[in-house]
């Protein structure tokens, strides 16, 4: 008897203690699931804006969700939702408890559940937190976590949650999505028919989608209107006005990204930083304006069009091409195309693709020389070389400036020699012999030392240097030519400015800046390059009625085309090429086509910005000389060499302040 009294308690023991550890997780599960609820934290959709702030695209991780605080809610939307989902939403705390009885009697005559009684509360706790699964059990913890979140929260902020977290059909979460996505309005400018049929939705989103089933929806939102009647809350000639009223309803992507290349690049820009930037519900500010860059996209796929029209015998289906545009002052990105057919291809090659830069990087050469007292009218050796390699181990630990490739004949485009040119004839004709010389004669080392000054990367230590064989990206060449756009002063190109969080904390960013020359020095290389536009490589870039500075750059063999240009406000960068790096045909230099599309792009910016700036300053200290009819300029550092004699056509020369 005593050992059955003994095992007896012992199982008692064990019952309770069962009982107990399981009430206790029951209640533990209760309150870590009631604080996901109270320390609400959603993923939340970013928001990318141009500099207008004009939206261009919106990001996210699975949930679109734009968060809409109690105090942007209109009150008519509260009730209207009160009036359809929970009258006594104000009074209870958690359950209604008369509803709840009204809805068992049915269960039990149904011998299942089909009714339920579920106050806001419990459809925000089933919503976030449960599933929608129709057992006892789950009602049960639907109802204590109702009353648990009423006791943490205010009323206003349980609609508050509510109104975010739930969905509304078409992907879209929370009630300022649902109303930018369906209606293009801000929560302030619904009308009461769109409040109502938005508060409808939630019931049955897929069913009331308004962009499928149109009529549905607006039976649903009657159905809401007349319940605030019902009530009292709205009159009788409301209800009419608002029954009879169709709004107007949009079908949109849900990103509604109408710029993809620079919204991958601003992903890329920021990841690191920001590694929630899908989900953290930031808005991002970038430098990009919408119009510009539709202008850009436009001037490159014209161009592009063209090229595969001339040359139809050639499978171009690699053929691509990029385009970035800056403010010179600013380095500010106004627009950035990584591609003729983002769906075609999302690789974005004005940040990604490394091509060679070609003739178009012969002004930095050139501005060295000019910084070391070479004049634009200094005269250099236009003649051929041939160039022997030296031991390949003794190369890389040597200053010996002969260090290069075997047997290099390097040529000019034109296949001739001009004997003595002078410096700015050369770099306006692009004339490569006249180039290497000038390296030469400055010293390969002093020119490699000055040019990874400058900041420029991976770049080779032999006399290729002059003709751009490294690789760069477009958006990153855009900031070196900034050194001859603002005046000497290197501006890094700026994307974004910056990034807010749902805190409404900001994080900015500003363009780092180099100095690299003297605004006097920058202007000879300013005037050298209008040449280049006026009757040099770039002719086809010519704008009338503004002035246009320029480089053309084309590859061996035609695999890369560039011009790169600046006016006295913005700067553009293209290239064209293949994907597979094989040649172009038809000799695509950067002077045939990426200039064209140069010209394209300035001449349809005009149209849009006449108020642009037309002419370049001229800095004080720089000296105008009529050389044979035209300007030239000279400097303290760029002397007009002593041995030149004025000709009849030569005047003395007039000091610029």
Known sequence: MKKALKVTFIVLFVLIIATLIWVGKF???IKLNADSLIDYNPRLTTQIYDRNGELIANIFHKEHRVYATYDEIPPRLIEALIAIEDTTFFEHSGVNYEAIFRAIIKDIKAMKLVEGASTLTQQLVKNTILSNEKKFKRKINEALLAIKIEEKLTKEQILERYLNQVYFGHRYY??????????????????????????GLPKAPSAFDPTRHYDLALSRANIVLY???TLGWITKEELDEYTAFRPTVYDDSLTKNVAPYVVD?????????????KSGGYKIYTTIDLQTQNLAKKSLKKTYEEIVTRSEDINYSDLNGAMVVLENRTGEVLSLVGGIDYKKSAFNRAVQSLRQPGSSFKPFIYQIALDYGYSTQSQLTDISRTYNKVDENESKNSDDEDNISKEWRPKNYEKNFEGLISLR????????????????SLGLSLVHNEIKKMGFKNVQRDLSISLGTFGISPLEFAGYYTIFSNYGVKKEPILVTKVVDKLSNETSFISKEHNVTSPQQAYLMISILKDVVKRGTGRRANVAGIDIAGKTGTTNNYVDAWFCAFSPEIETIVWFGRDSNQPMSNKETGGKSAAIAVRYFFEDYLKLHPETKREFDIPKGVTKVKIKGRDEFFTPISKRPKNRH??????GGELLF
């Open 227 to 229: 319940r605030m009647h």
């Open 265 to 277: 690049a601003v992903i890329r820009e920021l990841k690191d930083e920001f590694p929630d930037i």
């Open 174 to 199: 929370g009630i300022k999505t649902a109303a930018q996505g369906y209606f293009h309005k801000n929560l302030n400018e619904l009308n009461l028919k769109e409040m109502a049929l938005l508060v």
């Open 646 to 651: 004025l000709d009849p056509t030569e005047s």
């Open 425 to 440: 004839e050369a770099l306006i004709h692009s004339r490569n012999l006249a180039t290497i010389n000038l390296v030469t």
């Open 27 to 29: 209640f533990s599960d």
